[in-house]
């Protein structure tokens, strides 16, 4: 019995150790601003480099994307593929919209890509001299344009509401480093969010005679 209280003795009365000043909690302020600023520079990082928020202000999109729209654009996949027909995308102001004072990024669908002859008339749009189906559109171009060659590196991009948009026919071509991104999903409004159709199918005909 003795030996037994001696032991229990001797941990009860061993000296508590100082405070490991690495163990103290941090100010719960300090904690929080760095959690702050993680997230900030997450978020940035994300805007940067892989995709971002954008809302669309006028009607040169109709029917497919409507005013106040809002869209995520996938800024990652155009560093390891190139643009295609059909894909949406959101571009830097061109060096002759920026000699128009626009700032603004602006989005239309590409349609001509590098190499490609097109022109417009009779209110559809021929690609090398065949006209392509395009089931998207408001109504059909009732302007005449080209035929033109796209530049190598650049695209011909237009609105889907052909007679009030703002786009390649009138101001020329997009080059690839303008090009931020593609529009992929729509977030917003609820009843119409979902993902937007990247790349629609094109039905050509057989070249006029």
Same mark, same amino acid.
């Given at each position: 019995?003795?030996?037994?209280?001696?032991?229990?003795?001797?941990?009860?009365?061993?000296?508590?150790?100082?405070?490991?000043?690495?163990?103290?909690?941090?100010?719960?302020?300090?904690?929080?601003?760095?959690?702050?600023?993680?997230?900030?520079?997450?978020?940035?990082?994300?805007?940067?480099?892989?995709?971002?928020?954008?809302?669309?202000?006028?009607?040169?999109?109709?029917?497919? &994307?409507?005013?106040? %729209?809002?869209?995520?654009?996938?800024?990652? =996949?155009?560093?390891?593929?190139?643009?295609? +027909?059909?894909? /949406?995308?959101?571009?830097?102001?061109?060096?002759?919209?920026?000699?128009?004072?626009?700032?603004?990024?602006?989005?239309?669908?590409?349609?001509?890509?590098?190499?490609?002859?097109?022109?417009?008339?009779?209110?559809?749009?021929?690609?090398?001299?065949?006209?392509?189906?395009?089931?998207?559109?408001?109504?059909?171009?009732?302007?005449?344009?080209?035929?033109?060659?796209?530049?190598?590196?650049?695209? &011909?991009?237009?609105? %889907?509401?052909?007679?009030?948009?703002?786009? =390649?026919?009138?101001?020329?071509?997009?080059? +690839?480093?303008? /090009?931020?991104?593609?529009?992929?999903?729509?977030?917003?409004?609820?009843?119409?969010?979902?993902?937007?159709?990247?790349?629609?199918?094109?039905?050509?005909?057989?070249?006029?005679?």
């Amino acid at each position: 019995m003795t030996r037994a209280k001696e032991t229990a003795s001797d941990t009860n009365s061993r000296p508590t150790p100082p405070n490991n000043p690495d163990q103290n909690p941090e100010n719960p302020w300090v904690e929080a601003l760095k959690t702050i600023g993680l997230s900030a520079i997450l978020a940035i990082g994300i805007r940067h480099f892989v995709a971002e928020a954008r809302y669309i202000p006028s009607g040169s999109m109709l029917p497919t &994307l409507e005013i106040n %729209d809002r869209l995520i654009v996938d800024k990652l =996949s155009y560093r390891f593929t190139s643009p295609e +027909r059909g894909d /949406i995308v959101v571009f830097s102001p061109t060096d002759t919209l920026q000699e128009q004072n626009f700032k603004d990024a602006f989005i239309k669908r590409v349609i001509g890509l590098p190499g490609e002859t097109v022109e417009v008339k009779g209110e559809r749009v021929y690609i090398n001299n065949i006209p392509i189906k395009e089931r998207y559109i408001e109504e059909g171009p009732n302007y005449q344009y080209g035929p033109e060659i796209v530049p190598d590196d650049q695209y &011909l991009v237009l609105g %889907d509401n052909r007679n009030n948009s703002y786009d =390649s026919h009138y101001w020329g071509f997009v080059p +690839r480093d303008k /090009i931020i991104g593609r529009a992929v999903i729509r977030f917003w409004p609820p009843n119409r969010m979902g993902e937007l159709n990247p790349q629609p199918v094109y039905l050509q005909e057989a070249p006029e005679q």
